[in-house]
């Protein structure tokens, strides 16, 4: 059957910028407002908001005006908060707000358009969008992070992150080959994103990026692989794609993400990052070295971990992240035994 490529004006992006700046903003004015029972828990257990249900309806919309229909992988859908009264009418009272005019029909087509799956390698364009990363964050007033990225058969070619927490406020955005750029989310001038590249002083500390709500167990686990750097560590806390943002920012020198015995990470929760951290200058790969393969669909199924280091510390960390997917179990020796 015949179809109508998809044709993406990358002329245009600074258009998906503004639409991210605008959901970003919107976001952290529906937070102070934002009633419990609104934020309510999706079928896995996790937390979800009408926030983030709006602003994928809002985003998605937006995004269908300027480049029309493009394949898209995003979060939520009507079971977010599917079943949940309150939740869904402040949804739609946030959406009204928004000046959102798509009506029932046009939500309905928003939270079901998302649901791509499968290997992205053979088709043109893909959204993905995450529309609050760390919605814990969000209902904690902790770090939190509205991310589109668009792939091109498969690979990350743009990507916008909202950082309502970072740096006072940015949307951080670029384009492949085009390197990454801070612009404050309430308006102003842009400025390059660059990775320091100085390696640590002797003595020097390193931050390593955990999780905010870590356990004992996390906290001595990432503190011991900081320490492979053979330096003293801290650790900065942070979720989301927020914790690579710290390093882009310079606010911490390693963030990653390991699979350990899980199915893969959600894409979502990484793709715009990857292009963002590179085009500003950080090492990013997997366990191996390898690049991150972003074109299996929902979940990065074929990697070990998302890891990003500023001040090349990479190698090293990887090569600590792969010592321990073996010691664990995650994954088989090499040469067998
Ligand atoms: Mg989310």
Redesign the pocket.
Request: net charge negative.
């Given at each position: 059957m015949p179809s109508d490529r998809i044709v993406i004006d990358h002329d245009d992006f600074d258009l998906a910028c503004e639409v991210m700046q605008d959901a970003t903003n919107l976001a952290v004015e529906a937070r102070s407002t934002l009633p419990p029972e609104a934020i309510v828990e999706k079928p896995d257990g996790s937390v979800v908001t009408a926030v983030?249900v709006a602003l994928q309806v809002l985003i998605l919309s937006r995004l269908e005006e300027v480049f029309g229909v493009v394949p898209t992988i995003a979060?939520e859908d009507l079971h977010s908060i599917g079943g949940k009264p309150a939740a869904e009418a402040h949804c739609r009272r946030l959406l009204l707000d928004w000046g959102f005019e798509g009506g029932e029909a046009g939500i309905v087509r928003a939270l079901s358009s998302g649901g791509l799956d499968g290997p992205t390698r053979e088709v043109d364009y893909t959204w993905i969008l995450?529309?609050?990363?760390g919605?814990q964050g969000y209902v904690d007033g902790d770090h939190w992070c509205p991310c589109l990225a668009l792939l091109k058969r498969g690979e990350v070619v743009f990507a916008a992150n909202g950082h309502p927490t970072v740096l006072g406020g940015m949307l951080l955005s670029g384009a492949k080959g085009e390197g990454s750029w801070w612009f404050p989310l309430a308006g102003g001038e842009f400025t390059r994103a660059e990775v320091s590249q100085q390696p640590l002083a002797a003595g020097e500390t390193v931050r390593v990026v955990a999780p905010a709500r870590a356990t004992a167990g996390q906290v001595r686990a990432r503190t011991a692989i900081g320490e492979v750097t053979g330096h003293p560590c801290t650790l900065v806390h942070s979720d989301s794609q927020a914790k690579y943002a710290h390093v882009i920012a310079g606010a911490a020198d390693i963030a990653f993400s390991r699979r350990g015995g899980g199915p893969g990470k959600y894409v979502w929760d990484h793709a715009g990052a990857i292009l963002l951290a590179r085009e500003a200058g950080a090492w990013v790969g997997d366990t191996d070295g390898s690049d991150i393969d972003l074109s299996r669909g929902r979940r990065l199924d074929g990697s070990r971990a998302v890891i990003c280091a500023a001040r090349g510390l990479g190698p090293v960390i990887a090569r600590e992240l792969a010592r321990r997917d073996v010691a664990e179990g995650f994954v088989a020796a090499r040469g067998g035994a």
């Open positions: 983030d979060e995450d529309p609050i990363d919605t």
